[in-house]
């Protein structure tokens, strides 16, 4: 489609020139002018063709952008609710909400608020430990992973917090699979030789 309308811009131009020339031949100075209002003329119509077509581009690209942010977020959320609401889940995510609910009195932030953080700093953690192998995002991710096992172990009932803390630990295991990807990989080295010396020739 732009190539079809420089073209035709392109022709129109053309034509609108030979036709100042042809029409103001016997005055310069008029068809100088002439000449110089269809080129303003031409350039303008350019200037707004580029501008609406940019216009169209981008709201289409912003459009698909943000259809595909919203599929993909809903997907997530859909994907985590369902995970959440696991009974092997639950283990897990019970225990640790009752702990933060329960020591979250008296702090600036409510239960619910803190509860969300820890939720999304797993996630971003375990994120940037699996792929950009960052050792502090490693170390925080081990961290994190004995916090989440104590509470769970702690808000579990008595006579299952072995068992609970257990499964938090398997969690964590599988988990970290993906978070320290790599991590017994040594880089390969590759030494080169320099050339051996060149036997001296006899006299």
Known sequence: ML???????TDQYQQLQAWATSKFDDD?????????????ACAAAVIVTVAVSAWMIVSMLGALTIGTIQIAVTGVTWALKHVADWHLTE????????????HAAGLPAGADAIWAAWATAGLLLWLVSWVARSWSARLAWVLYGAGT??????????????????????????????????????PAVHVHQPPAAAAASPE
Do not use: C
């Open 149 to 186: 096992v104590a509470m769970v172990h702690n808000a579990s009932p008595a006579t299952g917090q072995l068992l609970a803390a257990g499964i938090a630990v398997l969690y964590w295991a599988v988990l970290s699979v993906f978070a320290f990807r790599g991590l017994g990989h040594r």
């Open 3 to 9: 190539v079809k309308t420089a073209d035709w811009i």
């Open 28 to 40: 310069p100075r008029r068809a100088e002018i002439a000449r110089n209002l269809v080129t303003i």
């Open 91 to 102: 283990v897990i995510t019970k225990p640790v909400h009752d702990y933060i609910t329960a």
